[in-house]
Structures are given as structure tokens and as C-alpha cells.
């Protein structure tokens, strides 16, 4: 693994995956899977979010345009979603990666319990150099629970995973000074910087033209808004310009950058200190308080009290043995359950509650140390 070894999302498009046309571009994926393939050769963590069942379900069932109604939507994607996966994991196999499908609503990102479960797979995933393959679970996703478009979902998924650089891959070469289809004059924007997007550049990034993508560069404007807030560059880029992952990671001026307004770690500090419990957290011991500075994760074995009421999921509070805040987490176990296994070895975890999430009552992936 070289030192800069970065997290990536990289969401990619129908435009860019059937290369402008009605049929996937196997060419394009077989690309897209090579670029993958080098960065996780390099030590990079990728994971993709890719659109396309929708397109392929079209494909499949001869379906003229794309619906406007969801229940159409949603059974054009249920018959594409297995033939996508199906595609990747055949090309993904020739450069030797493996794919996972991890299909996402929004309340799979609100709900606490769910947020904790998603998150951990994905982290496994990645950490077993897995490459997550990320759609939205449109045959399940009504309007009530549906985040509508996977730019959205992609930076949803970036802050889950508090990636690095956020790469959204389309048919333009960025965000235009005006929709380029429409527009002969208008200009790319190469960067974006400072506290808050400029108007202008919200006005400039409309709807969809192409009849293949949902919402436009509208949507990854929005994307790009929540992505950057919680610490993640963002580039908005060509998925049909050869080598752009390569070319972006190695620094190249391409497309549309636009940086983070924060640093990972504080926008994680932040969201945990704002989510907190109130009056519930975990004692440790002082054996626990050295593992947890030197980047531990926190095991039964070093928890002297579990007090208050909290969930699995939750974030709380871990206090030292002199009662100072030295840790906050998102826990692994409910208040009740921690009772039962404090000062336990993690091999007992199953045997005393019947059941277990793993060694850790948070993990160190989890955790921010308080200073
Ligand atoms: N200012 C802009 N700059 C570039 N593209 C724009 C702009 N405003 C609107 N668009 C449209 O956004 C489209 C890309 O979004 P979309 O069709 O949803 O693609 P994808 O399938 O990659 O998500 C472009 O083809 C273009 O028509
Ligand atoms: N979940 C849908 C994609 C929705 C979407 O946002 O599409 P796109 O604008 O092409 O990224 C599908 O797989 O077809």
C-alpha cells in the first residue's frame, strides 16, 4: 500500500455506461473495470456506484423511452439489476476484482440500526479489496423512502464510508457555464472552492437532455454539496475520456474539482458530537483507555459499566477511569446486551447473549478519540 492510499467513490451513470446509446457499452465497463483494477493495485479502496438497471431492463424488455411512472421504473430495474450485476462480475473477474451488490434506500442511511449494519459491510468489503457495487433498491424504493437518483446516493454513500474523493463519471466533461447540449458557448468550470457554491453555477446545472440519466448535473451539483461538507472532494468528469481515474487521481486537471469545505475528521467529530445519546455512555478501564490512543477498537473485556438507554447503532460517549470523555462511537451492541457481556472476553460474546456483531463494542473504524 503506497502512503497516500486514498478511499474512492466512483458513481458512474447510464450516459456513461451505455456510452450514449440504448444497450450497455461493454467496451466502456471493460475500461471502467481496468481503471479499478490499477488503483486497487495501487492500495486504493474503491467502491463504484453504478446506475443502469433501469437502461438494461429497457434493453431487455425492447421498452421505447424512459417511464416517467415508478412502478415502471421499478420493474424495468428489478429485471436489470441481476443482468447488470451479472455483467459486472464477469468483466470485473477478467483484471482478477470481486464484486459485491449492496442495493441502498435512504432509510437505509437514516435509520440507525441499518446505518451501522450498511456501514459495516461496506467497510469490510473494502477492506477485503471487494469492490461494493452500489445501487438504489428501486423495486422496493417508493417515494416516501427513495433518494430518486444516484448521485445523491453517491455522496450519501461517500459520507458513509467517509471517503477521500468522490468521483461522478457522465457524458460531459464537467459542469458548464450552461447545458453544453444547448449552448454552444458555454464553458467549463474547473474548479469550485470556498464556503458556499456560487449561484451562478447553480443555475447553470439543469435538468437531464439525454433521455438515459436522471436528474442532470443538477443532482450532482447537489451530490457534490453534501459531499463536500462532510470532508470528500468531489470531481464531476467524463467517464468516455480514456484513463480518467488514473489521470485524475494522479493529479491531471480534468473536469470539474470542487473541494471540501471541511476535514474529514472534524466533520466526523462533529456528526458524532451532535448525535450523541444524552446521559448514556460506556466506563473503561485504564487498560481499554491505552488500547482506544493507540487506535483500538473497544472490547468487552476493558468496559467496567455500560449506563443509560442506548441502541445498537447509537453514538455514545466513553468515558476513562477518571470520568473524562476520552472516546465517542457508534456501538455495536444495545446498553442492555453490554451489561450482560462487560468485562467478558469477545469469545463470549455469542455464548452469553445468543447471538453477536462482531469482537468490538465499537470499532475503531467507528470511533473518534476526544482530546
Ligand atoms: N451546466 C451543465 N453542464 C453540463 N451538463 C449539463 C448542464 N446542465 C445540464 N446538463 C445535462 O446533464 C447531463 C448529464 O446528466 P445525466 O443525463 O443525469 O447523466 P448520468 O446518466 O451520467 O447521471 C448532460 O448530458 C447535460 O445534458
Ligand atoms: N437506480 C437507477 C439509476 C438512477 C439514476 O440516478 O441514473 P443516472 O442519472 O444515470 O445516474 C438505475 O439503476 O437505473
Redesign the pocket.
Known sequence: MHADKKRIII?V???TLTAGTSKLHLPQITALAQQLAELIKRGDQVALV??????VGRERLGYPALPKSIPAKQML?AI??PRLMNVYEQIFDIYGLKVAQVLLTREDISDRKRYINARNTLESLLEQGVVPVV??N?TVATDEIRIG???NLSALVANLVEADLLVILTDQEGIYTANPSRSKDAQLIREVRGAEIPKEIWEAAGG?QNG????GMH?KLQAAEIARRSGTEVVIASGLEPQILQRLVDGEALGTRIYAVVDKLESRKRFMLAGAVPRAGIRIDAGAAAALSEGGSLLPVGISEAYGKFERGDIVRVKDPAGKDCAIGLVNYACEDVKKITGKRSSEIESLLGFAYGDEVIHHNNMTLLG
Open positions: 458513481k451513470g447510464t450516459s453504478s446506475s443502469g438497471a433501469i437502461a430495474a436489470g439489476q445501487n438504489e428501486d437518483d444516484n448521485d437531464s438515459l440519466g436522471t436528474g443532482t
